[in-house]
């Protein structure tokens, strides 16, 4: 098996689950007890909330853990600020669909052909009643890096309070993306920690109310029992995502590289976005002439790859990404996402050229 969808998840790390099976086993408590097993848990969540702080450059009581980026989305997008939401078209589903349920309503900022969203573009969206302005760090299908600083800048001098998911940015610098966002969203599953972990990063003085009521945990504001081993493993994944960004964007950057000069060279022109700021972790392509059912010819062929983003995997659905992108519906249903991680190798990705050119005529 060829494994290229770390945009969908990636393997759980070693260090990370050594940092965990402690608190999976022999310190069990509940956080919130006051006893003594409970104490060692909750210093435990101190210690990984201090961690994340630190990674991010922001304050520990400004880190919430969540379930991860559906939730942190869903949480920012209808609990954060009040008013209108303006909304990048490019967003993740887990925004798009969260906005529907936000009191004060939304409207979408379109995007370029390249799939970014402009500062312009921001700025004609928003009104004298826009709370709050969503625009990912990162797209979770074409990989396409937004300009976050012009767009900070304009949220800036409107008053807005400015959002971004960073599920897909880890090979960014998140520490520079938290100076300039009012909240930022991070999935745990994506660098190496476990499913069903992330967390919410919420600035002091941003206004955000409680989306799971019925409990006391992170400030009143997140209702649940803490999931305190994925904490420990958050943390510790998120620390080794960031000291180690600039060899990990190295290796993948390589092996992207090679990979679209091979499959241009077989293909032609078929880079989605291309030309744009992109993370090098994601190469998405377009083919004109792609057989249909591809990616279950690939998958039996042992390849592992996507069409789009993985939740949306299983609709027939066009991509909502391309289709802002101005692709007509039969491209948007087409394109295939290869992603990268640390773990790939060259062999893989030449072997995965070489069965692409065996499944399309
Ligand atoms: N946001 C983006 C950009 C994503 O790529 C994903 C997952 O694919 C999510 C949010 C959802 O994160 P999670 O799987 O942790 O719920």
């Known amino acids: 098996m060829i494994y290229l969808d770390y945009a969908a998840t990636a393997p759980l790390d070693g260090e990370v689950l050594e940092a965990m099976l402690p608190y999976l086993k022999a310190n069990f408590g509940n956080p919130d007890s006051v006893h003594a097993a409970g104490r060692a848990a909750a210093h435990a969540v101190g210690e990984a909330r201090a961690r994340v702080a630190q990674v991010l450059g922001v304050n520990p009581l400004e880190v919430y853990f969540t379930s991860g980026g559906t939730e942190a989305d869903n949480w920012a997008v209808r609990c954060l600020a009040a008013g209108r939401a303006a909304l990048s078209s490019v967003e993740h589903a887990a925004v798009l669909e969260g906005a529907k349920l936000r009191e004060g309503g939304f409207v979408r900022i379109p995007a370029t052909k390249g799939g970014l969203i402009t500062a312009e573009a921001v700025r004609v969206a928003l009104t004298p009643d826009t709370g709050l302005v969503c625009v990912m760090a990162a797209n979770n299908e074409t990989g396409t890096v ?7 800048a304009v949220c800036g001098e409107r008053g807005a309070v400015l959002f971004s998911d960073c599920v897909q940015a880890s090979l960014l610098d998140l520490k520079e993306i938290a100076k300039l966002c009012g909240a930022i969203a991070l999935s745990g599953h994506k660098i190496n920690a476990p499913k069903g972990t992330g967390a919410l990063v919420v600035k002091k003085g941003v206004k955000i109310s409680p989306m799971i009521a019925g409990g006391e945990q992170e400030r009143g504001l997140r ?35 090679l990979f679209e000069e091979k499959v241009k060279s077989a293909f032609g022109d078929c880079v989605t976005a291309d030309g744009e700021d992109r993370i090098p972790s994601i190469s998405h392509l377009t083919f004109q002439n792609a057989p249909d059912a591809l990616l279950a010819k690939l998958d039996l062929h042992g390849l592992c ?52 050119i065996e499944c399309i005529p």
């Open 223 to 257: 209702g649940g029992t803490l999931n305190v081993a994925g904490i420990v493993g958050f943390a510790v994944a998120l620390e080794k995502a960031q000291r180690d960004r600039q060899k990990n964007a190295a290796h993948v950057k390589a092996l992207r590289d």
């Open 146 to 152: 937004q300009p976050l600083k012009e767009i900070s």
């Open 305 to 356: 790859v996507s069409g789009g983003a993985a939740c949306s995997s299983h609709s027939a659905l066009p991509s909502h990404v391309m289709l802002a992108m101005g692709k007509s519906e039969r491209e948007a249903k087409r394109g295939v996402r290869f992603s990268f991680g640390k773990e790939t190798t060259e062999e893989e990705v030449l072997k995965a050229v070489a069965i692409l």
